[in-house]
């Protein structure tokens, strides 16, 4: 079990899309980006911190990109949708990895200094060859499906995670006008 920042995702309907694919798909309400991965829960105090460094943030859209394979595609675990690494983004993530270094916390986030936005829309089976998986994607044309929406971020989450499921444990919301 891990704990983490990020934003759900609800608008984002892919999870037949994701059911045609050799993995396993993530379920409808868990699609979400990640922004900082903590490990250990933060204390009540460090998340405080957060909430107060990004009530002042303002909401903002960003736009999906096109299907990726993460970590590598190469050697994939996830499939994923890009997004793109807009400067409000990178300034969420930046304010929500200040409150919690100044209060203290340990981040267990291996990927800190590689920030690839992304929405995970299904786990990769260990057994998939990662050419036949491209082919799929192209083959069901899902860039075409997935490309280009536009997302609100209005809420940054504290998010308890266990195997596939994905669970809202605190919300801090950004102003919006």
């Known amino acids: 079990m891990g704990f983490f920042y990020g934003s759900i995702i609800k608008e984002l309907h892919v999870t037949q899309l994701a059911k045609a694919l050799p993995a396993i798909p993530v379920k409808e309400g868990n699609h979400h980006i990640t922004l900082l991965y903590v490990g250990d829960r933060p204390s009540d105090q460090a ?9 002042n943030i303002p909401c903002f859209t960003i ?7 993460l970590p590598t595609p190469s050697k994939p675990r996830v499939i994923a949708i890009e997004v793109d690494k807009t400067r409000e983004l990178v ?3 930046s304010a929500i ?11 267990g986030d291996r990927y800190i200094g590689d920030f690839k936005p992304h ?3 299904a ?14 994607i192209q083959e069901l044309d899902i ?4 490309s280009g929406r536009a997302i609100m971020i209005d809420r940054v ?3 308890m995670a266990r195997e596939n499921t994905y669970t809202e444990i605190k919300i801090h919301k950004l102003r919006c006008a």
């Open 63 to 69: 736009r999906t990109k096109q299907v990726v394979l």
């Open 143 to 146: 860039n075409n499906e997935v």
């Open 91 to 93: 300034r969420l993530r």
């Open 123 to 136: 786990y990769v089976r260990s057994k998939v060859d990662p050419q036949y998986l491209i082919q799929v």
């Open 47 to 55: 998340d405080n911190k957060v909430e107060q460094a990004v009530s």
């Open 119 to 121: 929405i995970t829309i």
């Open 97 to 107: 990895l200040n409150a919690l270094s100044s209060s203290g916390v340990r981040i």
């Open 157 to 159: 989450s504290l998010i």
